[in-house]
Nanobody, 127 residues
Framework: QVQLVESGGGLVQAGDSLRLSCAAS????????LGWFRQAPGKERQFVAT????????YYADSVKGRFTISRDNAKNTMYLQIDSLKPEDTAVYYC????????????????????WGQGTQVTVSS
């Protein structure tokens, strides 16, 4: 089992950058593919980005491609989401999630593949 805690959210202006972090407990962090999702008020949870266990393979939602960068440091049990050129439509609660998988090179973009979720961190972008 793994526990996930997000941090790094806040109130920023359009065009600013943020780096979100997702810290995990336990010693099996490298056994999980990881992902970021977000949920805006009144909307369904939306896939943002995912990264494989080995950190080599990544995949992004079209809406964030080129502005968001997902990465992980297995030695530090931490995943990151670098967000550049923030837009008001990026306003949401951002969640990190972990998917149990035996495959080191696979990633997942559907929320039903994920077993563990953090509590979320709020990102608010003003125009």
């Amino acid at each position: 089992q793994v526990q996930l805690v997000e941090s790094g959210g806040g109130l920023v202006q359009a065009g600013d950058s943020l780096r979100l972090s997702c810290a995990a407990s336990g010693r099996t962090f490298s056994r999980y593919a990881l992902g970021w999702f977000r949920q805006a008020p009144g909307k369904e949870r939306q896939f943002v980005a995912t990264i494989s266990r080995n950190g080599v393979n990544t995949y992004y939602a079209d809406s964030v491609k080129g502005r968001f960068t997902i990465s992980r440091d297995n030695a530090k049990n931490t995943m990151y989401l670098q967000i550049d050129s923030l837009k008001p439509e990026d306003t949401a609660v951002y969640y990190c999630a972990a998917a149990t998988t035996i495959y080191s090179d696979r990633y997942y973009w559907t929320h039903d593949k994920y077993d563990y979720w953090g509590q979320g961190t709020q990102v608010t972008v003003s125009s």
